[in-house]
């Protein structure tokens, strides 16, 4: 595996696009040529395990070197990882100084083919948005990380934010959101994607409840963990169909409308544990009418607050879930507010929420106990372990 250095701007005053390039002192202009000179062999040669390509300053391509940007990844093969390295020069990024992917020259997503397996596309702030046009597209087992994405200039009614999407396996993780879009999904749904550890502010300006802007979607087998998503207007936080595991999200709503996971198709074989929920029309359920859906879920430590419908299916509409086929135990109703101020987004954890799981029922003090007393030496690493 190799590092080329990519300065679409000439921030460093030394950018060409040559041969053999790449270098910090020399290096790359455009990223399609970076990728196709690597791919011609001449000089460099593509690793084993893939190469990382280190970008500063704003990377606008014209839909022309979008096109050739997803040809030269779909010969390049699997592996290449793009990493946004700062604003105005290599080695300076920050949450502050990132450096930029734009929309701005071209109306089709930056990357785009369903084909580029195992890219990573990381650290970079997204500007320039196009209504119904992701930012980029690509394969399985993708890895979208760290990445700041504002689509707020994106709203009005019939508008459609979008920003990523993959296939199987792929993987959305600690990335900012925001959107205002009255329609949307910012992470393409499909099977075993993950969607974990992300900030995401949305309002789809509505109050009729109804499917609309969510953070992501799902086909089966999908995973979202530990996200925070702040919903405001009807927005929903995810829209399911089964056999999707939510642990450990946080969402909160402004208006009262929103709803953390919309059950689509089924809610089948859907685990839903260790969430908070706050000011929403309802924790999970349908938004739709047609047959029931048939269960198997499991909800449990789950804390909420000022939420309609929780524990019960939702009876304004018909398409609800078989709760004798459901567990549902141990949900904690508070009576304060789960964070320290949801009307201006300090959603941190108040004390209300402390202890409100079952990791509290617990004996963690005689577990400890017992375990020192069975001689372990800590300061010896390897044998550390308090609970066996």
Request: aromatic share 10%; with cysteine.
């Amino acid at each position: 595996m190799a590092t080329y250095y990519v300065d679409p701007e000439n921030k460093t005053g030394s950018a060409v696009d040559s041969a053999g390039g790449g270098s910090i002192s020399s290096p790359y202009v455009e990223l399609d040529y970076a990728v196709q000179d690597i791919n011609s062999g001449g000089v460099h040669s593509k690793g084993s395990t893939g190469d990382v390509f280190k970008m500063i300053g704003v990377y606008a391509p014209d839909n022309t070197k979008a096109a050739n940007l997803t040809t030269q990844l779909l010969s390049y093969g699997n592996g290449a990882k793009i990493v946004g390295d700062g604003a105005n020069g290599f080695g300076t990024s920050s949450p502050t100084s990132m450096a930029t992917m734009s929309q701005a020259n071209c109306t089709t997503p930056i990357i785009n083919s369903i084909s580029w397996n195992y890219g990573t596309v990381a650290s970079f702030k997204f500007t320039n948005f196009r209504d119904s046009t992701y930012a980029i597209s690509a394969g399985q087992r993708l890895n979208f990380i760290g990445n700041h994405c504002d689509t707020s200039a994106i709203s009005g009614a019939g508008s459609q934010a979008r920003i990523v999407a993959g296939r199987n396996a792929w993987r959305a993780i600690g990335n900012y959101v925001k959107a205002r879009s009255s329609t949307g999904i910012m992470f393409q749904p499909y099977t075993s994607h993950v969607v974990a550890y992300n900030y995401a502010d949305l309002d789809d300006g509505n109050t009729t409840k109804a499917v609309s802007l969510q953070l992501s979607s799902t086909n089966s087998g999908n995973h979202f963990i530990g996200n925070i998503v702040y919903v405001g207007g009807a927005a929903q936080a995810f829209r399911s169909n089964s056999d999707f595991i939510a642990l450990g999200n946080l969402i909160v709503g402004t208006s009262g409308n929103g709803t953390g996971i919309v059950f689509g198709n089924s809610g089948n074989h859907a685990v839903i544990c260790g969430n908070h929920f706050e000011n929403l029309y309802q924790a999970f359920g349908a938004l739709s009418n047609g047959s029931t859906t048939s269960g198997y879920i499991t909800s449990t430590d789950n804390t909420y607050h000022n939420v309609t419908y929780v524990d019960t299916p939702n009876p304004d509409f018909t398409r609800t879930w078989n709760a004798s086929g459901c567990i549902i135990a141990r949900n904690t109703n508070l009576a304060r507010s789960g964070v320290v101020n949801a009307a201006t987004g300090d959603l941190r954890t108040s004390s209300s929420r402390l202890g409100k799981n079952m990791l509290n029922a617990l004996d963690l003090q005689t577990a400890w106990e017992k375990k020192m007393s069975s001689g372990v030496n800590i300061n010896n690493p390897t044998q550390y372990f308090p609970f066996g």
